[in-house]
């Protein structure tokens, strides 16, 4: 099985990306943080700034958020931002 | 007869009416569709944030946190009411309105003053009609609710509770049950409800701290609430539009019917009468 987690991001408006990551950079409060595979629970406040997703098969993409959440269990990422765009 | 061409006239231009309704039904029913599914979408980032919050102790934390601070005695309320700009949506406006006057009196015979603020036109001129005073109007939001137009109203609310200008925040807007039913209802937005006091054992690190997560969680949460209101309402008016177009097509296809009817009689007693004078006429002759 691949090692790798299965990421959402949501806004109220609804789901912005769903997909496959093997590396989740994001920029909590107090500063950025990397995810990998067989992470520890955790939620986090997000802060400004970049997050960052390393896609399964390669590629990356990168989302400037403004505050919101980040929720990670059994390899399951949920992200939620209400605002957020992609760069 | 000149009853006929009136008649006439009035079939065609109620024609043209039917019309006109049939096309505004058509058109509430793509747009309600539409406004249906963003109200669905919004669920799973509301869900995920009660989740959210129900990993954290929250009682324990309701001291640092005015917003969840019940206040000792409620002197002021604020009231959002959230109504539509347009109208052609039969009663689904004024029973928005009928609870919140139902709110407002309630808390005049407890004693306890309130200020309303309004989202939309027609609700806001409606309660400056019946006499009252409406504190704030929100105009500018469109059939389609952004997120930003839910924040700069929940922020503004929330600042008049925190300088302890009111001790509550309470909403009332319309619930889309479903396509055929919107139900008004009232409910407390500030402070915000701690729901259980039972301990939680969360698996979970807290990142920063519990602190700065509620701090984020609980205006996003108030937000979130608030958005939920305008794209109920949003989904709501373009069902109840339907209905009451479709009623008044409905209606113009059955008054179309009479009028045709009378039409018809008008027309065979014209021919009869002319018909009568033609033999009336033959057999002055004879």
Redesign the interface.
């Known amino acids: 099985m691949a090692r790798t987690l299965h990421c959402e991001i949501l806004s109220p408006e609804g789901s912005v990306f769903a997909g496959e990551a093997t590396l989740v950079v994001a920029t909590a409060i107090d500063g950025e943080f990397g995810l990998l595979y067989n992470h520890a629970p955790l939620i986090a406040a997000l802060g400004k700034g970049r997050l960052r997703l390393e896609l399964e098969g390669g590629g990356e993409k990168v989302w400037r958020a403004e505050g919101g959440f980040l929720e990670v269990s059994q390899n399951k990422v949920t992200i939620l931002s209400d605002k957020i765009e992609e760069k | 007869m000149a009853n006929l061409r009136e008649l006439s006239k009035r079939i065609t231009s109620l024609g043209k009416t039917k019309q006109i309704t049939k096309t505004m039904e058509l058109v509430a029913t793509s747009r309600m569709k539409k406004t249906a599914d ?1 109200l669905h ?2 669920r ?3 869900d ?2 009660s ?2 919050l129900s ?1 954290v102790n929250l009682a324990e934390y309701v001291e640092q946190f005015p917003l969840l601070q019940k206040r000792e005695q409620v002197k002021r309320v604020a009231i959002l009411i959230v109504t539509t700009n347009r109208g052609l949506c039969g009663a689904f406006n004024a029973s928005v309105i009928r609870m919140a006057r139902d709110v407002a009196q309630q808390l005049t015979d407890d004693g306890i003053s309130y200020e309303l603020h309004v989202i939309g036109r027609k609700g806001a001129n409606a309660l400056r009609y019946m006499g009252y005073e409406v504190a704030s109007k929100t105009t500018n939001i469109t059939d389609w609710p ?2 930003e137009d ?2 700069l109203v929940a922020e503004t609310l929330q600042e008049r509770f925190l300088d302890g200008t009111v001790d509550e925040l309470r909403i009332v807007y319309s619930n889309y049950v479903s396509v055929a039913s919107q139900k008004p209802v009232a409910e407390m937005i500030l402070p915000m409800q701690v729901e259980g006091d039972e301990e939680v054992t969360s ?6 701290s519990a602190e ?2 509620l ?3 609980i205006p ?1 949460i108030i ?2 609430r608030i ?1 939920k209101a305008l794209l109920e309402t949003a989904a709501g008016e373009q069902a109840a539009r339907r209905v009451a177009m479709k009623n008044a097509t409905d209606n113009a296809e059955e008054i179309k019917r009479l009028l045709t009817r009378s039409y018809n009689r008008a027309r065979q007693a014209k021919i009869t009468q002319e018909i009568a004078e033609i033999v009336g006429g033959a057999e002055a002759l004879n």
């Not at chain 2, 698996?203 to 920063?208: A, F, H, R, S």
Request: zero cysteines; proline letters at 7%; charged letters at 25%.
């Open positions: 963003r979408a919004t799973p980032y509301a995920k944030l989740q959210i990993q952004s997120f839910a924040r698996e979970y690190i807290l990142e920063p700065e997560i701090e984020n969680l996003a937000n979130n958005f």
